[in-house]
């Protein structure tokens, strides 16, 4: 594998809305990444991706761009931007952006072009059929419900969104308009951002012609995945902008790709891939159903083990995963791993760790390092998110009673992890002095980074030995190039692997449930480089752990 400058970095991902607002209108912004960066660094994080900033009518929370060369005034300004990449600089820090090509907004001016006049140049921008026997020209359903077509006015005419309405997709087969993209992607890395996170990149390869598909649900329409599925081609266009952009500034990208076949990993993060790296999902997918949430099956720890360690083996010698808990698209990763009831200061470590030494990039979510959970949302209202209001009534659609229905809902929101960052114990956390744009966590008096500063014990501080044991230069080859090897396998609820490099072999092993359990190790221990208990019991080579403990091992 060639190295590469970004193979040992920890990279944070900032959704800047709900991170720190700092004119106390209630919307995190620009300035206030600025006001954090010294704790970031502190924190041990070296890339930033920031969720979009750029000017949008915010349909879906800045997933839909009307402008990508500004920034939305509720986020700061341009100036601010370059002052926030000069100042990451100045402490070897770099930012990445999100990359949301697959569609824009229908408030961009292409998209208004094009309403105007569907046959003429804009018109081709994106995906405008006409219907079929007075009804939309393809059966898909668009991922946050209802048919992946709107009409156009009285027209017979449809316009495609795989997303919400308010985000058509882009002609990717239009070269014009692949060409305006490359364009803006190289205006951006010449500002000195370091790379993109590329949103819903699989997406921008359609299968055509458009046609029906089995229905999978009574509505009559079926999955637009359906639709994917049959697409071929999508790398043709990716190694066309990766040549045309990202490589030629040596630019770090990870890329939101969802079901990829597997003989396809080498094309997306092998050393000639398009991309530097893609997050594995594995384990956030995993349960899913097609009928909606309300069909969703949870996940067990040994689920989850099986789900990371799956992924590993495929990357295995191809390249670098970027590897989650959570993000601002799901629900709190200590909420949904760690079983119902168990969640503490101990697991939250245990989990923290078994996740942070697998092969690949860690990336951490923004409030992820103090532990922060799923909210205890009240009633539906609190909920603003457009993909759970979907599921919401998906699920209400099927008969299940409302309290039911909110329930489900609350367990997989996006908004679990949309709420502010809880930095102290102050009004609305620290974060506004305003009225906050989506309700602030009750949870914040107990969980705050005010209080886990302090604490030796916390797990923020925690994070931090976490960060700096991966980044000690005595380790930093075995975590970041060592081979990973999953060992114990057979045993429920133990989560452990070997990370061996050219100077050591490291043990990762945890005890995943309340109970103690016993390990037998294959030779002795010389040194315990991670512990989340005070002791360590072993005698001989028999190690007992208890409930939640997860150790870093030399042997
Ligand atoms: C990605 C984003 C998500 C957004 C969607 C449409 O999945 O992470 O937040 O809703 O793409 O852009
Ligand atoms: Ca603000």
């Avoid at 359906?226 to 081609?233: C, F, I, P, Q, V």
């Avoid at 990039?361 to 409030?367: H, S, T, V």
């Avoid at 949302?377 to 209400?396: G, H, M, N, P, Q």
């Avoid at 506004?432 to 966590?441: A, K, L």
Wanted: contains cysteine; aromatic residues 14%; negative net charge.
């Amino acid at each position: 594998m060639k190295k590469q400058w970004w193979h040992d970095k920890v990279a944070y991902q900032i959704y800047p809305k709900s991170f720190k607002d700092t004119n106390q209108d209630g919307i995190g912004d620009i300035k206030g990444v600025i006001e954090k960066l010294d704790y970031l660094k502190e924190l041990g994080i070296d890339i930033i991706w920031l969720s979009p900033i750029y000017a949008s009518p915010l349909a879906d929370q800045g997933y839909d761009i009307s402008d990508y060369y500004s920034i939305d005034p509720r986020f700061g300004t341009m100036e601010e931007l370059e002052e926030l990449i000069e100042e990451a600089k100045k402490r070897e820090m770099y930012i990445i952006m999100d990359l949301v090509v697959n569609h824009c907004s229908d408030e961009h001016e292409w998209f208004k072009k094009a309403m105007e006049d569907p046959d003429g140049e804009y018109g081709n921008y994106f995906y405008i059929m006409k219907g079929k026997d007075g009804k939309e020209p393809s059966n898909i359903r668009s991922y946050f419900g209802g048919s992946a077509w709107e009409r156009i006015g009285d027209t017979d005419r449809y316009y495609l969104h795989l997303f919400h309405k308010k985000q058509p997709d882009l002609n990717w087969e239009n070269p014009v308009v692949r060409n305006k993209i490359y364009t803006m992607i190289n205006w951006w890395l010449e500002k000195g951002i370091a790379g993109f996170r590329i949103d819903a990149i699989i997406n921008i390869k359609k299968a055509l012609p458009f046609h029906d598909y089995e229905p999978d649900r009574e509505d009559g329409l079926a999955t637009c995945k359906k639709m994917l599925e049959e697409a071929t081609g999508v790398m043709d266009f990716l190694r066309e902008m990766n040549d045309s952009t990202f490589k030629k500034y040596d630019a770090f990208t990870v890329g939101e790709v969802f079901n990829e076949k597997k003989e396809d990993l080498p094309d997306f993060i092998g050393d000639d891939g398009c991309f530097s790296s893609m997050f594995d999902f594995n384990e956030t997918t995993f349960g899913a159903s097609e009928k909606g949430w309300y069909d969703s099956q949870a996940i067990t720890p040994d689920d989850y083990r099986d789900c990371c360690f799956r992924s590993q083996r495929r990357a295995e010698g191809i390249g670098f995963l970027s590897n989650i808990i959570e993000n601002h698209d799901e629900p709190r990763g200590v909420s949904r791993y760690i079983p119902q009831g168990e969640c503490s200061d101990v697991s939250k470590k245990l989990l923290a760790t078994v996740y942070f030494f697998l092969k690949g990039l860690p990336f951490i979510y923004q409030g992820q390092e103090i532990g922060m959970e799923n909210v205890p949302f009240k009633s539906i209202d609190d909920l603003d998110d457009i993909s759970t209001l979907d599921e919401y009534k998906v699920a209400l659609d099927q008969g299940i009673p409302e309290d039911e229905a909110f329930k489900i809902v609350c367990r997989y929101s996006r908004d679990n992890a949309r709420v502010p960052f809880q930095w102290d114990d102050s009004k609305n956390a620290g974060f506004t002095e305003g009225n906050p744009w989506i309700m602030v966590s009750p949870e914040y008096e107990k969980i705050n980074l005010k209080v886990q500063r302090e604490d030796p014990d916390s797990l923020f501080r925690y994070y931090k030995k976490l960060i700096a044991l991966r980044k000690q230069e005595e380790y930093k080859d075995t975590f970041v190039y060592g081979t990973m090897e999953p060992v114990y396998e057979d045993r429920a609820r133990i989560m452990a692997y070997f990370r061996k490099g050219e100077k050591q072999n490291i043990l990762v092993v945890g005890n995943f449930q309340t109970e103690p359990q016993m390990v037998e190790l294959s030779g002795e221990y010389c040194r315990v480089l991670l512990n989340n208990y005070d002791e360590i019991s072993c005698e001989g080579k028999t190690l007992q752990l208890k409930g939640y403990q997860v150790l870093v091992l030399e042997l």
